[in-house]
T-cell receptor, first 114, second 116 residues
């Protein structure tokens, strides 16, 4: 039973480049979350989708960040242009519908912007 | 306990001993709490959860205690093993039907080191 799948696992890019992170949630889960994790700020929620619709993007740092969920099995988080302060580990998590609130996390994408 | 600044609090325990990791939460309206374990290079992994109408819940080798009076959550790990070495996060859900109904707020984490 596959968990949340993220790609790439590691990304090194130069400042100003576009970065696209990908996530495949667990099949049947109808909620998807993007988080950013840094030592300074811990885990921060960036955006939340429910049934492919963005519900809350108040955690997205600025206009350079955008996220899409074109279907129930795929989501992207894009940073354009990237900056060194965007360096972090980005996690995607999904959650089943119904009463369950537990979020299941992917392995993360470690991003380094030089 | 919760972290302050850049440094994660660290708990070092001898293999076979019991571990207790503490967490102070902030929102008295939170109705659901989760403990996650994060190993190096991996995503947070669900360990155990508890709802606010309970004060104790047990899993396999783990027990979560909730004290709503002082807004305190603890995770007890029995017979700690080297594989338990990781960073442990508590998370709270704000409750209600608004924005807080889905959002989990995570603590900064506690690093558990098991001495073989």
């Amino acid at each position: 039973d596959a968990g949340v799948i993220q790609s790439p696992r590691h990304e090194v890019t130069e400042m100003g480049q576009e970065v696209t992170l990908r996530c495949k949630p667990i099949s049947g889960h109808n909620s998807l979350f993007w988080y950013r994790q840094t030592m300074m700020r811990g885990l921060e929620l960036l955006i939340y989708f429910n049934n492919n619709v963005p519900i809350d993007d108040s955690g997205m740092p600025e206009d350079r960040f955008s996220a899409k969920m074109p279907n129930a099995s795929f989501s992207t988080l894009k940073i354009q242009p990237s900056e060194p302060r965007d360096s972090a580990v980005y996690f995607c998590a999904s959650r089943p519908s119904g009463a369950a609130e537990t979020q299941y996390f992917g392995p993360g994408t470690r991003l380094l912007v030089l | 306990g919760e972290s302050v600044g850049l440094h994660l609090p660290t708990l070092s325990v001898q293999e076979g001993d019991n571990s207790i990791i503490n967490c102070a939460y902030s929102n008295s309206a939170s109705d659901y709490f989760i403990w996650y374990k994060q190993e190096s290079g991996k995503g947070p992994q669900f360990i155990i959860d508890i709802r606010s109408n309970m004060d104790k819940r047990q899993g396999q080798r783990v027990t979560v205690l909730l004290n709503k009076t002082v807004k305190h959550l603890s995770l007890q790990i029995a017979a700690t093993q080297p594989g338990d070495s990781a960073v442990y996060f508590c998370a709270e859900r704000g409750g209600g039907s608004g924005a807080g109904s889905y959002q989990l707020t995570f603590g900064k984490g506690t690093k558990l080191s098991v001495i073989p």
